[in-house]
């Protein structure tokens, strides 16, 4: 069978023979003796493939063809050659044994937002651009900020390709200087933003420098000695003529072993036994197939292999191995957690990321029928129809969904168990690489997409890749009001990234803060931000569209009962500590990255007739405030002045001494009982961390700070201790108008009560239209030819679109899209009338398959 597709997408070709997949091929191991990696970073087409093959050959070599997803070239530049002449010092006996692992990444855009995960201190960053493409040259400066942010120390080599394709004019203007140019303004931008904050601090009054300013000060100071001084030098190579190669090698080589002396590698030869030994482990492991393991696995290896290994040795022994790139242990949201995952074969995972953020533009799908659904005793295959097999692809490439049962398929060249699938997995999802998406509800048909080998993987679960940049991008007004309701209590807590952020850092961020936090219920997700539920707390977290800086927003919301504002408060204040904790944890793991943090408290904690924008102060200042027991600060928004009620907006400072992550781990471990929330619409998924939701208190009790939870994954709730701050009335409708005093106007108000009624209409019709819709492809599914089924599917396509709409409370997307579900429903109902029996040809949006 074989598919042509007239556009993009990917068709799907059935390999006759029976082939299992081919991991070693792109983790190749030798000895474990001095290995290093060496990761080229560059836009498609700067020359990565040709230069990898070049440096491992040790010939000129181009290549045709783009790198479908990583390619692992080993240089060993000692064995048989002359390069130690190239070097400044000779190499000793230990260092000639240096193996490269040269990892040609491809450089497809989508690609690139993961490629940080590969960057580690031991592996040194090569930047490869084309100097015959301005758009390439001018990539160079992004990732240089990337590396810049994610491993600040970092040596970086960088290489201008394609020197032969230069004329004599382009020669002479010389873009490696421009390059060079652009690259010092940037860092000299960075110094002085950093250097603008620390001279505030400075300056600041003695009695105004809390313990919290100066430990602010202290991270400043030091992130400024962390930051690296600017290239000074491009290599200019040609892979075709070989030109510049030798520069190439000698900037590379020495690179790799200034770092590796700078950590004295060397002392921790030779290498142990029980290393040597876990280390064939691990290479069986990978020879089953295997990736992810958990850390106790790690541990347990060791301890079969010697007994009483002390701690700080294995610790020692497992940093060997990850410097060496045999092991990564990337989940890095509590590095000493038995539970933390650990990648025994980044190689593998690498490709395995690559493969899943499938493009639009692959033109063809091969996969071995046989492997994937084999015949079962009575002779019979459940193949599933093609038409439905492309249209399950074609969701990963064009809305980025993905079915759980068709992982397997996407990552066939792995060849991993159901196990191994979901680990990674769950790997994934705690990188914030994954995130579940709303069940497909009303597809029986799909269930042919379910592997016979891989039971526990479903096609209704659908799960989403916010790195394609897909997520649909209707935010929520039904469950979320722009401004609060008065009796709303409400505070934000503002990340801005004065330099700008890597990419892929918010998406990461958003699916970060809704997957591993504790008792997190979500409620909406959609491309620039996340909502969630925690008791009766609204959770919104965003990136706001509007100004020029990059900034992320999280705010709680929750309605003032009795037990009044201060209460409210408090309740808020440790729910958003949740979130932090996760979030600060993940910006932790970049430590390069400046941001800065400020308080946005809504009109209840501030008086003012003429503020209309939202109020932002830093949160040093109002910790500041908070901790001299000052009852009011006053504030200035464009000379406009107005009295902020710290004491109420900031009820929990917490000891003056504690570092603001430490104070944020304080808050996150008070332990609070949240009420149940009020039920939303629709409960569009179960993510595990969503089922923690419990009864609303709140202990302030004092009690020294702990530490901070490890990634939730299974039911963690707090203790449920003192009575409930809210005795919840479930029933109560947020919306309720008050006549009296209010901060939002009539006007405005009576907009958001149109917009929640038009949107609770919506909801109701589009339910409605999706229940027909299930109940006639129930009814009316035998019998029925390609041409139908696929018709029905657009019309439940459609509903689902209407149902997601009204969630998201976009009355108008969501009536538009009702009409279309009813439109599609009536082609279907067409399509039966005409009975087109003995149809050859299958038309789906994006290809034709015979
Ligand atoms: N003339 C010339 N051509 C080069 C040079 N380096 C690479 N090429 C050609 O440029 C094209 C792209 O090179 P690749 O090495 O495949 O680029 P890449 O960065 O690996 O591209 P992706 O795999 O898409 O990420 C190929 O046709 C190469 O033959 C060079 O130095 N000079």
């Known amino acids: 069978m074989c598919q042509e597709f007239p556009g993009s997408p990917p068709a799907i070709i059935n390999k006759d023979a029976d082939s299992t997949g081919d991991l070693q091929s792109i983790s190749p191991e030798s000895s474990l003796a001095y290995r290093r990696r060496v990761l080229l970073l560059g836009g498609t087409g700067s020359g990565k493939t040709s230069l990898a093959k070049s440096l491992a050959s ?26 130690e002449n190239l070097l400044e010092n000779e190499p000793t006996g230990y260092e000639r044994s240096m193996v490269l692992d040269v990892w040609d990444l491809a450089g497809r855009k989508v690609w690139q937002k993961f490629h940080h995960l590969f960057l580690t201190p031991a592996t040194l960053p090569v930047i490869v651009f084309n100097l015959a493409d301005q758009e390439s ?10 590396i810049w942010a994610k491993v600040p120390s970092s040596r970086i080599v960088i290489i201008g390709t394609h020197v032969d394709k230069l004329s004599q004019e382009e020669r002479n203007a010389d873009k490696c200087q421009d390059v060079l140019g652009i690259l010092r303004n940037r860092h000299a931008h960075c110094i002085q933003k950093i250097q603008q904050e620390v001279h505030n601090l400075r300056n600041l009054s003695e009695t105004a420098r809390t313990p919290k300013c100066n430990q602010r000060m202290r991270h400043l100071e030091e992130l400024l ?3 690296p001084s600017p290239p ?54 990978r020879k089953e197939s295997n990736v992810v393991v958990s850390a106790r696995d790690v541990h347990e290896l060791f301890a079969k292999h010697e007994v009483g290994l002390s701690k700080e040795v294995e ?3 497992v940093a060997f191995l990850e410097t060496s790139g045999v092991t990564q242990c990337i989940s890095g949201l509590s590095g000493i957690d038995e539970d933390n995952l650990v990648c025994i074969n980044p190689p593998a995972l690498a490709k395995a990321l690559c493969l899943v953020h499938m493009s639009d533009t692959k033109k063809a799908f091969r996969f071995e029928a046989k492997r ?11 193949k599933p129809n093609p038409a439905v097999l492309v249209q399950a692809l074609e969701e990963v490439a064009t809305e980025g969904l993905v079915r759980e049962s068709m992982f397997p398929l996407l990552w066939q060249d792995l060849n991993m168990n159901e196990k191994q699938t979901k680990l990674v997995l769950d790997l994934m999802a705690r990188l914030g690489l994954l995130n579940r998406a709303a069940d497909a509800h009303g597809d029986a048909e799909k269930k042919c997409l379910e592997l016979p080998n891989y039971p526990g993987l479903l096609a209704k679960i659908q799960h989403r890749l916010p790195l394609l940049g897909l997520t649909p991008d209707t935010g929520p007004t039904l469950n979320w009001t722009p401004r609060p309701f008065k009796g709303d209590a409400q505070i934000g807590w503002r990340y801005t990234f004065p330099l700008g952020t890597p990419p892929g850092l918010v998406p990461r961020l958003l699916v970060m803060c809704r997957t591993n936090t504790p008792g997190a219920m979500y409620r909406h997700h959609w491309k620039n931000g996340v909502l969630l539920k925690m008791g009766q707390v609204s959770v919104n977290i965003k990136q706001p569209d509007t100004g020029q800086l990059e900034r992320v927003d999280l705010y709680v919301r929750v309605t003032v009962d009795e037990e009044g504002e201060k209460r409210a408060t408090e309740v808020l204040w440790t729910v958003l ?3 932090l904790v996760v979030a600060e944890r993940f910006l932790a793991s970049w430590p390069g990255l400046y941001y800065q943090v400020s308080v946005l408290p809504s009109s209840m904690y501030y008086r003012s007739e003429s503020i209309m924008e939202e109020l932002e102060i830093a949160l040093l200042d109002v910790i500041r405030e908070s901790a001299a027991r000052k009852k009011t600060m006053d504030v200035c928004i464009k000379d406009q002045k107005c009295k902020v009620n710290v004491d109420c907006l900031l009820p929990l400072p917490g000891e003056a001494d504690l570092s603001i992550t430490r104070w944020l ?3 996150a471990n008070l332990d609070i009982q949240l009420s149940e929330s009020t039920p939303s619409i629709q409960e569009p998924d179960d993510q595990p961390s969503s089922r923690n939701s419990s009864q609303s208190s709140l202990q302030p009790s004092g009690s020294p700070p702990r530490p901070s939870p490890s990634p939730p994954r299974g039911d963690s709730p707090r203790v449920l201790t003192s009575p409930p701050v809210k005795t919840n009335k479930k029933a109560e409708i947020k919306w309720k108008l008050d006549n009296g005093w209010r901060r939002v106007s009539m006007e405005d108000e009576l907009k958001e009560i149109k917009k929640v009624a038009a949107s609770f209409v919506a909801a109701i019709l589009a339910g409605a239209v999706a229940q027909l819709i299930t109940e006639q492809s129930r009814t009316e599914d035998r019998g029925r030819t390609l041409m139908e089924k696929e018709a029905k599917h657009a019309a439940a396509l459609a509903s689902a679109r209407a149902a997601q709409a009204a969630q998201s409370g976009n009355a108008e997307a969501a009536a538009m899209a009702v009409v279309a579900a009813a439109q599609a429903m009536d082609n279907a109902m067409l399509v039966r009338k005409k009975g087109s029996k003995g149809t050859t040809m299958i038309k789906s949006r994006m290809c034709t398959i015979m």
């Open 58 to 83: 040790g010939s000129s070599q181009t290549s045709d063809g783009t790198t479908e997803s990583l390619d692992v070239h080993v240089w060993s530049p000692f064995h048989g050659t002359t390069y």
């Open 137 to 146: 040259c001018e990539e160079v400066a992004k990732i240089v900020d990337l």
């Open 225 to 227: 000695q962390r930051f």
């Open 232 to 285: 000074t030098s491009i290599i200019r190579c040609s892979s075709k003529t070989a030109k510049g190669l030798d520069d190439v090698r000698r900037d590379i080589l020495q690179a790799v072993l200034d770092t590796s002396r700078q950590y004295s590698v060397e002392q921790s030869m030779p290498i142990r036994p029980v290393t040597a030994d876990v280390y064939d482990d691990i290479i069986n492991l």
């Open 315 to 317: 610790a020692d022994e």
């Open 372 to 382: 994937f659904w084999p015949k079962s005793e009575s002779g019979n295959s459940k």
């Open 577 to 579: 500590a949740r979130f």
């Open 665 to 667: 781990d304080w808050l």
